[in-house]
């Protein structure tokens, strides 16, 4: 069983950039499958962006296409997820996920998450 560990939110000002990080522990982040998930304040978490096990593919949220930037170091046994030009609409408590099986972008295909980072964009 793998333990993910998020860090990198703040306040950003609109067009700001962050870079999230997921650390795993516990099992190597090479045996998963792994996407980065949002939830904003009354609404229904979401998928932003999901990689495969091996870096070779990759899928975006419309919304977030030309933004943001999944990347993995397995090495590391590390997640990442580059956002630049953040807009208000992206603030939300960000989410990593692993899946051990499939890559998909339904939430209920992951089997392990962390516990969440805040992002705040506002001026």
């Known amino acids: 069983q793998v333990t993910l560990l998020e860090s990198g939110g703040g306040l950003v000002q609109p067009g700001g950039s962050l870079r999230l990080s997921c650390g795993a522990s516990?099992?190597?982040?090479?045996?998963?499958?792994m996407a980065w998930f949002r939830q904003a304040p009354g609404k229904e978490r979401e998928f932003v962006s999901a990689i495969r096990w091996s870096g070779t593919d990759f899928y975006y949220e419309d919304s977030v296409k030309d933004r943001f930037t999944i990347t993995r170091d397995n090495a590391k046994d590390m997640l990442y997820l580059q956002m630049i030009n953040l807009k208000p609409e992206d603030t939300a408590v960000y989410y990593c996920?692993?899946?051990?099986?499939?890559?998909?972008?339904?939430?209920?295909?992951?089997?392990?998450w962390g516990q969440g980072t805040q992002v705040t964009v506002s001026s």
């Open positions: 516990g099992r190597p982040l090479s045996d998963y499958n």
């Open positions: 996920a692993a899946a051990p099986a499939k890559l998909t972008r339904r939430a209920v295909d992951y089997d392990y």
